[in-house]
């Protein structure tokens, strides 16, 4: 896994761990957030917002989520296929 992708991972699940699964939506994880969709996510020369990044993922996501690691996984996996990271 490539630096960026692992600190991602990691930002995501500190962010994300603290919704209340199962999340059935991504409304759902708002709450969890500290700047709710404002949050902004960095690694490398990577950047975007919780916003930006549920505009761009939402064909790739599969609610529910039962876990935050399922949901991280998704969300790394939607941002290779995009070509986001």
Do not use: C, H, W
């Not at 991504?26 to 700047?35: G, K, R």
């Not at 996984?73 to 990271?85: S, T, V, Y």
Request: glycine share 8%; aromatic share 8%.
């Amino acid at each position: 896994m490539t630096d960026v992708k692992a600190e991602l991972r990691e930002q995501f699940l500190e962010a994300f761990g603290g919704a209340d699964f199962p999340v059935e939506n991504q409304m759902d994880l708002v709450p969890a957030l500290p700047d709710g969709p404002a949050t902004k996510f960095e690694a490398g020369d990577v950047s975007f917002t919780a916003m930006e990044m549920a505009a761009k993922l939402g064909s790739e996501q599969e609610f529910p989520y039962d876990t935050p690691e399922e949901l991280v996984d998704d969300i790394i996996d939607g941002l290779e296929a995009k070509g986001m990271i």
